[in-house]
């Protein structure tokens, strides 16, 4: 059964376990789509309102972007355990022979690259996430303003835990190149989303 689809009690049984995964990737993952679904509420209940006349159009726009991106989220959370058990199903491969060693080593070096990959796109998400947060900032019901700060965290907490996630796994790239790329840009994009994170609760805190 897919993590998405289990109760959040099951979910959460599972989390709490000694199995390895899920684990911090996955829930980097679904804090992502829960500020995600917290944009998209916030949305809602502006266009609800007569009072954001005209504020409608422009949120119903962005609750488009906020639910396709919540459902980018979502499906993150299930690719990431994936990943994790390409790894652990790589480890566990016969290393008898020198034929045996290299599909090993190959499946391993594949293994780890997705494990890289996975996360590090769920960091361009969370990304995307704060960008929406920011464009929606003054036009939303300021009576959410609580759930749209929430959102903001939640996005903060996915884009710092998925970078942890990358630079864990980094050390097991083959593809140098690919590697120092997506450090570098990783780096980039964490102080980018920390500051714009940072700088929207600011703004709410203020508010409240």
């Known amino acids: 059964m897919k993590l998405v689809d289990m109760k959040l009690n099951e979910y959460l049984d599972i989390l709490i ?18 500020g995600a679904a917290l944009m998209s509420m916030v949305c809602d209940l502006t266009i609800s309102k007569k009072k954001y ?11 488009e972007e906020a639910v396709e991106l919540f459902k980018s989220l979502s499906e993150a959370i299930d690719k990431d355990t ?5 790894v652990a199903a790589a480890f566990k491969m016969p290393k008898e022979t020198d034929e045996d060693k290299a599909a090993r080593k190959k499946a391993i070096a594949d293994g780890t690259l997705e494990a ?17 947060a920011d464009r929606l900032y003054g036009h939303f019901n300021m009576n959410c303003a609580s759930d749209y700060g929430v959102g903001v965290l939640n996005f ?35 102080a980018k989303c920390e500051e714009l994170a940072g700088k929207l609760y600011g703004k709410i805190e203020e508010e409240l």
Do not use: R
């Open 17 to 34: 376990s000694d199995e390895p995964a899920p684990g911090g990737g996955s829930v980097s993952a679904l804090a992502g789509a829960q």
């Open 53 to 63: 006349a005209e504020d409608h159009e422009f949120c119903k726009a962005v609750k």
């Open 82 to 86: 994936d990943a994790y058990n390409l």
């Open 116 to 132: 890289t990959k996975v996360p590090y796109s769920v960091m361009q998400l969370a990304a995307k996430g704060l960008d929406i």
């Open 156 to 190: 903060l907490a996915c884009v710092k835990g998925a970078w942890l996630n990358v630079k864990i796994n980094l050390p097991g790239v083959k593809d140098e190149a690919f590697a120092a790329e997506c450090e570098a840009k990783g780096k980039e994009m964490m």
